[in-house]
């Protein structure tokens, strides 16, 4: 299978602007089509449009890789069989690279303003079609970045950088006096790498996923973890990374699920002592690994498993059909603000090796990864509206507040990060107000008819009561038809019920899966270029994330 890239297009498609200008092309091998030529055939997909499409009507048949990024769309081609992670990974590392390059958030204008740095990138990640290059540090060794003076001589039309003369002997010469172009010994790291603070921070984001069926038991409670390393630090140094999870190495085994390294982790390390990360780490942030953590037990213990077992934060619940005609349903939020894990870690002593993104000090040890205890933050409860529902009414919260979109039918319920912070249950009931039928249209346009259960007068009915008080047949037959009547409504009202309610929120300082840094070591025997006495300020974040996470269907 051929691992060739043909050409990669680049488009701003801010909402602002119509029709969608294509701001890069960049062409590596072949004759692929053009960009305006792949643009309608890419457009013609409804939303959301799949990453990989297959376009056999050109000539020749394409197959077309695309990432949106912000406002910009990344498209890519291929004319041959190729794998189609490899070429989404790539388009990835190009926005990655544009952001270290250009500025983060990645802009169209920033990209038109460095095209020169722009097609140097372009042209030292891919050569011919083959993806060669694309780390960060060794990118900054080849790529030509003008500073100011070279702009402001440029603007005035002069040369920013005059060509260096060559030495006597030629160009072998110049090579045996500069070695370095060679290119660095460790390919994700700069050469000669000065920093006047030393500093060493890890930051572990995990992302929750649970679905959990109607009557409270999970279908499914995944974490997907990241740990982000940002090394400033001079030399080439060897660091030692420790991890670990409730349950020791056998737990940290169990735990984590198909883990994924950054090229400088050695991984004969990590498969001989799991939970342990020796690397070399690259100059600035980078992404270090990612995990996935399983929350659910065995088959066997499934039967026996419920929602409290987990031990989330807070859950939700919806009482659907509510009212006298079932028009009304009520959500339920629970808040326990349970954070396994993170009450041992905030009152622990600290630990050598460790410490906590704090004031800044020299200090090389951490403790915590926060000094306050975890707490909620940004709690968002969506509830999806049937698109046959007109419009929810009479909204009463009971905690924070709530309103109705139309236009994208659903129910958003926030709440602040103080009315989250107390254990408890909040409250959310609402009205749905359905569809017109053809019968209440008429009865709007001609008369007062409507139905007497929701409160509405009614012409056929008797304005006075008679003398007689006494029950009559008659009276109870209109009582056993008005619940029939409800009954029917009841169910008729059914399908103006929602059908699940999710959540988001964030967490800082604690862990859903539960892992914890152990510690962070430098190797000094095999790290060169340290100097002496030099004890680099180490900090750790926690950050657990739910982005309409927890759902439950009901």
């Known amino acids: 299978m051929s691992s060739a890239v043909e050409a990669v297009y680049i488009f701003n498609q801010n909402k602002y602007f119509s029709p969608i200008d294509c701001i890069l092309e960049h062409v590596y091998r072949s004759r692929p089509s053009t960009a305006r030529t792949l643009l309608p055939h890419y457009q013609r997909y409804p939303k959301p449009r799949p990453a990989v499409i297959n376009l056999p009507d050109l000539n020749p048949p394409t197959i077309l890789f695309s990432l949106v990024h912000a406002n910009l769309l990344f498209l890519s081609t291929a004319s041959n069989d190729i794998e189609p992670l490899f070429v989404l990974e790539f388009l990835h590392r190009i926005v990655d690279i544009f952001e270290e390059f250009v500025g983060a958030p990645l802009l169209a204008n920033k990209i038109e303003s460095s095209y020169d740095v722009v097609a140097q990138l372009l042209g030292e ?9 694309t780390e960060p540090n060794a990118l900054r060794d080849d790529v030509d970045i003008p500073g100011w003076m070279d702009k402001l001589l440029g603007g005035v039309g002069l040369p920013g950088n005059a060509p260096s003369s060559l ?6 010469q110049q090579l045996q006096l500069n070695p370095s172009t060679s290119g660095p010994a460790i390919p994700w790291r700069r050469a000669n790498v ?18 959990l069926a109607p009557s409270g038991r999970p279908l499914a409670a995944i974490v997907n973890g990241s740990i982000a390393f940002t090394s400033k630090i ?20 169990k735990a984590i699920e198909l883990p994924v390294f950054h090229p400088c982790v050695r991984l004969a390390r990590w498969k001989e002592r799991p939970g342990e990360l020796s690397f070399v780490p690259p100059d600035g942030k980078f992404m270090l690994a990612g995990y996935e953590v399983n929350l659910m037990p065995s ?15 807070l859950s939700v619940e919806v009482a659907k059909s509510l009212g006298p005609v079932g028009t009304e349903f009520e959500v339920r939020l629970s808040i326990h603000n349970t954070f396994p894990g993170a009450a041992s870690s905030t009152l622990a002593p600290p630990r050598p090796g460790l410490g906590s993104r704090g004031s800044g000090t020299s200090t090389p040890v951490f403790g915590a990864s926060s000094s306050s205890p975890p707490m909620l933050q940004d709690v968002v409860v969506y509830i999806p509206i049937p698109e046959i529902v007109r419009s929810v009414i009479d909204l009463r919260p009971s905690r924070g507040e709530a309103y109705f979109t139309a236009l994208e039918s659903v129910v958003e319920w926030r709440l602040s990060s103080k009315a989250a912070a107390s254990p408890g249950v909040a409250t959310l009931r609402c009205t749905t107000v359905g569809p017109l039928t053809d019968d209440e249209s008429d009865d709007l346009m001609n008369g007062f008819h409507s139905d007497a259960g929701a409160g509405d007068y009614d ?15 008659a009276s109870t037959a209109s009582d056993h038809q008005q619940d029939s009547r409800d009954e029917r ?14 959540v988001s929120f964030k967490v800082k300082g604690w862990l859903a899966s539960g892992i914890k840094v152990d510690g962070l070591v430098i190797d000094t025997r095999r790290s060169r270029g340290l100097g002496e006495g030099v004890k680099p300020y180490k900090g750790v974040k926690y950050l657990t994330v739910s982005k309409k996470g927890i759902e439950t269907r009901c």
């Open 125 to 133: 990640m891919c050569d011919a079609g083959s993806v060669c290059n």
């Open 167 to 172: 030495p006597a002997g030629g160009l072998k």
């Open 194 to 211: 000065r920093h006047t603070s030393n500093e060493l921070y890890v930051d572990i984001l995990e992302t929750l996923h649970v679905t």
């Open 234 to 253: 001079s030399g080439v140094p060897d660091l030692l990374l420790t991890l670990s999870a409730s349950g020791g190495k056998l737990g940290l085994e």
């Open 299 to 313: 088959v066997h213990d499934l039967n026996s498993w419920s929602n409290a077992k987990l031990q989330l934060p």
């Open 459 to 473: 012409e056929n009915q008797d304005a006075y009561q008679s003398k007689s008080s006494e029950p009559s047949k």
């Open 489 to 502: 409504k009841i169910s008729q009202n059914a399908a103006l019920m929602p059908s699940s309610a999710s």
